[in-house]
Every structure is written in structure tokens, then in C-alpha cells.
């Protein structure tokens, strides 16, 4: 599968609209910050775009934290250039060390 960049005029809130809706139709409802939810859906990059506001902060703010997010990403684009400095998604995942565990499902048992 091919990961699709947005374009150019993509709108970073309209998108995590959608996002939240999706959210909201699988069942989410508001409740505790950090708790258990049926669905958690993340707008991790938009473009080269940087943002910080209350309510949307791109790139998010822990995604080179997150081997759950970085190792996915790493095995579509290991070479996409992470705002604001540029770091490879193949880099910002090397810096994690070892302390996060990603297993890969085959797709056969889902």
C-alpha cells in the first residue's frame, strides 16, 4: 500500500474533524484524558506544516516518542523528513533504543 501525501491546501483542523467524528461514530465518548477509549485516532503530520494551538499541535507532540507509531512508519517511509528539523522516520526510531516493544500481526489472524 502506498502512503498518499495530503495536498498542498490540505486543512489540518478539518481533518482531525473527521477524525473526531470517526471517533465518535465507532462509540468515543469524552471521559478520562489518558484512559482506556474504543477508538484513539491521531493526526500525526500534516505536510511540512508546524502548529501549536489548544486544541491541535503538528507534529504531534510525542510522535518520536512511540515506537507504535514510528515502526509502521518507518516500513512505509523510513526517509520522510520529520518537521521541524528534518530528523528520517528510519533516525527518530534508531534514538528510541530498546525500551518499546511493537509486535506486527499478521494479517492472517485478524
Avoid: K, N, Y
Avoid at 495536498?7 to 482531525?16: G, K, Q, V, W
Avoid at 482506556?36 to 516518542?65: A, Q
Avoid at 520522510?80 to 518499546?100: I, K, M, N, W, Y
Wanted: glycine fraction near 6%; proline fraction near 10%.
Amino acid at each position: 500500500m502506498a502512503l498518499a501525501p495530503l495536498p498542498a491546501a490540505a486543512d489540518p483542523r478539518a481533518i482531525l474533524r473527521t477524525l473526531q467524528s470517526l471517533e465518535r461514530r465507532a462509540g468515543r465518548r469524552p471521559g478520562e484524558r489518558w484512559g482506556p477509549r474504543i477508538l484513539d485516532l491521531d493526526l500525526l503530520l500534516c505536510g511540512e506544516l508546524c502548529l501549536e494551538s489548544r486544541d491541535l499541535t503538528l507534529p504531534h507532540p510525542r510522535l518520536r516518542e512511540r515506537r507504535f507509531v514510528l515502526a509502521p512508519l518507518a516500513d512505509l517511509r523510513p526517509d520522510l523528513r520529520l518537521p521541524p528539523d528534518g530528523t528520517t522516520v528510519r533516525e527518530a526510531l534508531a534514538r528510541l533504543g530498546s525500551g518499546q516493544v511493537v509486535a506486527r500481526v499478521d494479517a492472517r489472524f485478524c
